[in-house]
């Protein structure tokens, strides 16, 4: 995956994949802040708060995701790398796209294999097939909010196959 030094990024407006990309990985930022900050620090979103961000985190895991509603300390641990590693790669990761920076080709292919591999195990193996208590029971909404953490970055994994992705449209 070495980058020619020579190789120019193209225009961003010529990469209009990337566009999506800052925009979703954007929006994952945010995510990070107002979902999985919450767990790791131990905030109860196990019942109607009057503060909105603990309020829409339980509008969501109340009838959807008994895990992140009571998150043992191996998920919080899960949410945590979100909140504290990913959220800075992630804005790291917009301004490179934006940028055309083609160092952060390896970056990108290390959060991509790691969150692909650990949200797929959580969402299908604990989530969704794992043991009652932790499995969904509203598979359809909880595969709406979850799909796009292990989609998307596997869709960046695969912008990222080649040397000098900049250099090309996808």
Same mark, same amino acid.
């Given at each position: 995956?070495?980058?020619?030094?020579?190789?120019?990024?193209?225009?961003?407006?010529?990469?209009?994949?990337?566009?999506?990309?800052?925009?979703?990985?954007?929006?994952?930022?945010?995510?990070?802040?107002?979902?999985?900050?919450? @767990?790791?620090?131990?905030?109860?979103?196990?019942?109607?708060?009057?503060?909105?961000?603990?309020?829409?985190?339980?509008?969501?895991?109340?009838?959807?995701? @008994?895990?992140?509603?009571?998150? @043992?300390?191996?998920?919080?641990?899960?949410?945590?790398?979100?909140?504290?590693?990913?959220?800075?790669?992630?804005?790291?990761?917009?301004?490179?796209?934006?940028?055309?920076?083609?160092?952060?080709?390896?970056?990108?292919?290390?959060?991509?294999?790691?969150?692909?591999?650990?949200?797929?195990?959580?969402?299908?193996?604990?989530?969704?097939?794992?043991?009652?208590?932790?499995?969904?029971?509203?598979?359809?909404?909880?595969?709406?909010?979850?799909?796009?953490?292990?989609?998307?970055?596997?869709?960046?994994?695969?912008?990222?196959?080649?040397?000098?992705?900049?250099?090309?449209?996808?």
């Amino acid at each position: 995956m070495a980058s020619d030094p020579g190789i120019r990024a193209l225009p961003l407006r010529e990469r209009p994949f990337d566009i999506g990309f800052a925009l979703v990985f954007s929006a994952f930022t945010i995510t990070s802040i107002i979902s999985d900050m919450l @767990p790791t620090l131990g905030v109860d979103i196990s019942h109607p708060s009057s503060n909105p961000i603990v309020n829409s985190n339980y509008w969501y895991a109340h009838d959807t995701d @008994p895990l992140f509603m009571h998150p @043992p300390t191996w998920m919080r641990i899960c949410t945590g790398l979100s909140a504290f590693v990913y959220l800075p790669f992630y804005v790291l990761l917009v301004i490179a796209l934006i940028r055309g920076w083609q160092w952060i080709q390896l970056p990108a292919v290390i959060y991509a294999t790691m969150i692909v591999t650990l949200t797929g195990i959580v969402i299908f193996g604990v989530e969704l097939f794992g043991e009652p208590e932790w499995v969904t029971p509203r598979p359809g909404k909880f595969l709406a909010f979850n799909v796009p953490y292990v989609l998307l970055p596997l869709l960046l994994l695969v912008r990222m196959r080649k040397p000098d992705p900049f250099s090309r449209r996808f």
